[in-house]
């Protein structure tokens, strides 16, 4: 999930939210005018404060519970995951943002807690009641997603979720020290700061760590680790033990005067342009005021399409001209960096193919080029989506041996391979029966854009089919 989704569940779900505080605030309005103003004393005065705040705080734990609690269904029953850090250990395997964003979120969504609490009851201004009335929430919440079903009990959520609350009693704490000093005293401000500072250095290490690695992360590292205790795993495979080498490319992504090329050559002309997240969507017309919608990715892909043109069935005789017309459009625009197979499709859409090469030890490009005509000639889609591999070096990776060494001990990631699946079916247990049919060598994309290789394992779990992916190099 990303941040731009997470903002928009975010509003969602505060719409209840604002109407529930709303509510609260015209009952206490009509408890200050009916009641409060005949009862002029400081003690009532700050009795009205706290409910103002009690109000802000109900509307705070509704929305925690439209998180944590209502409407997650029951896909998660008696699930657990007690192992700690795991959710920052993935991140960092994967060098995920979005495994990242789901343990900040934790934190942050209970920093509120930390900040109520001691406003509104005086006891917990002592860290150890805070910390206790923090630390029983969530796992009230943890307790509750396990035995429903709701979600699964996580030791990660239990430490994000307490660090939230302590870091908004440290907030908390700030303030008050400066309220009554009157002056931001150093020592408060860094003995307040200190878990927000050190989680800000730890991340920067992270950071410099992962900057001066050569390669970067693949998506398939995890944590997570199975129990293959009671197992039956077993192969007809012969598993080699010898060492071997494979090469590592580089994903070069180049999307400059793509832009250009396409008004020059098309006649289109820009009307408006949007970028957002690296993405840039451009409005544009043609000489005739036909509008055109040109995307271009940050990963280098980008496509044109027609606003308003739907394709029409095209006859043979109407479509071999238009094959010439084709041929003669990719060597006017140029972006077709070598030969490639070029298939014939109904409706006057046209493709270049050029497949992976990943035998050959030195640079090559791979993707596909996409082409929609009419039958005057005149473009009505155009999709680019090559890029050039740039041929790094070889490395050494592991042997077949090795490789399912790392399944016997439970060393590989569990892949949901259609929609089909559920979780739970994934997870293997005592008495399973897996048996490795097949291990060969395939190429995915780092979070450096660098073409690593991987073993493709598959074989049957439980008769059924199974696979899965393990990085290869050492």
């Known amino acids: ?88 250990i993935d991140a960092w395997k994967k060098y995920s943002l979005r495994d990242l964003q789901n343990c900040i979120f934790n934190i942050l969504m209970f920093v509120p807690l ?24 969530t796992l009230s919440i943890e307790t509750y997603q396990t035995l429903s079903g709701a979600g699964i009990f996580e030791l990660d959520d239990l430490i994000n979720n307490s660090l939230g609350g302590i870091i908004g009693y440290q907030l908390y704490r700030l303030v008050a020290s400066v309220a009554h000093h009157k002056k931001i005293k150093i020592k408060s401000l860094v003995r307040n700061l200190a878990i927000p500072l050190l989680i800000g250095l730890i991340f920067l290490a992270m950071n410099i760590i992962y900057a001066q690695k050569e390669f970067g992360h693949l998506a398939i590292n995890a944590y997570t680790k199975s129990n293959m205790s009671g197992v039956d795993l077993s192969t007809s495979l012969e598993l080699s033990t010898l060492p071997a080498v494979a090469p590592v490319y580089k994903k070069i992504i180049n999307n400059v005067g793509a832009e250009a090329l396409l008004k020059e050559k098309l006649g289109l002309s820009e009307l408006s342009a949007q970028v957002f997240s690296g993405d840039r969507e451009v409005l544009l017309n043609d000489k005739a005021g036909v509008p055109y919608t040109l995307f271009i990715s940050s990963d280098g892909n980008w496509s044109l399409s027609e606003n308003l043109y739907t394709p029409a069935q095209i006859s043979l005789a109407e479509q071999e001209p238009m094959v010439d017309m084709a041929l003669a459009l990719m060597d006017e625009l140029s972006i077709l960096p070598q030969n490639a197979e070029f298939t014939i499709f109904e409706n006057g859409n046209f493709e270049w193919e050029l497949p992976d090469r990943t035998d050959l030890n030195k640079d090559y490009w791979r993707g596909d080029l996409n082409l929609g005509l009419k039958p005057d000639g005149s473009v009505y889609s155009l999709s680019y989506n090559l890029h050039k591999n740039q041929f790094i070096r070889e490395v050494n990776i592991l042997s077949f041996a090795d490789v399912y060494e790392r399944i016997k001990n439970g060393e590989f990631p569990q892949i949901k391979y ?21 291990i060969e060598l395939s190429y995915m994309y780092d979070t450096k854009d660098f073409y690593q290789p991987v073993y493709r394992v598959s074989g049957t779990l439980n008769g059924k089919s199974w696979f899965t992916l393990i990085q290869a190099s050492k």
């Open 418 to 438: 259609n929609a089909i699946v559920k979780e739970e079916e994934l997870i293997i247990k005592k008495g399973d029966q897996l048996d490795i049919e097949l």
């Open 114 to 137: 930390g900040i109520f609490l001691p406003l509104l009851i005086a006891k917990t201004k002592a860290f150890k009641w805070l910390l206790l009335v923090v630390v029983t929430a």
């Open 1 to 88: 999930m990303g941040v731009t989704e997470i903002i928009n569940n975010i509003q969602y779900l505060m719409f209840p939210v604002i109407m529930i505080i709303v509510v609260e605030y015209i009952l206490i309005a009509l408890f200050y005018f009916l009641y409060y103003t005949k009862q002029q004393t400081d003690r009532k005065k700050i009795q009205i404060k706290k409910l103002l705040l009690g109000a802000l705080f109900i509307g705070y734990i509704v929305f925690v519970c439209e998180l944590t609690i209502i409407g997650r269904g029951t896909s998660h029953y008696l699930q657990m995951n007690l192992h700690p850090f795991s959710g920052y």
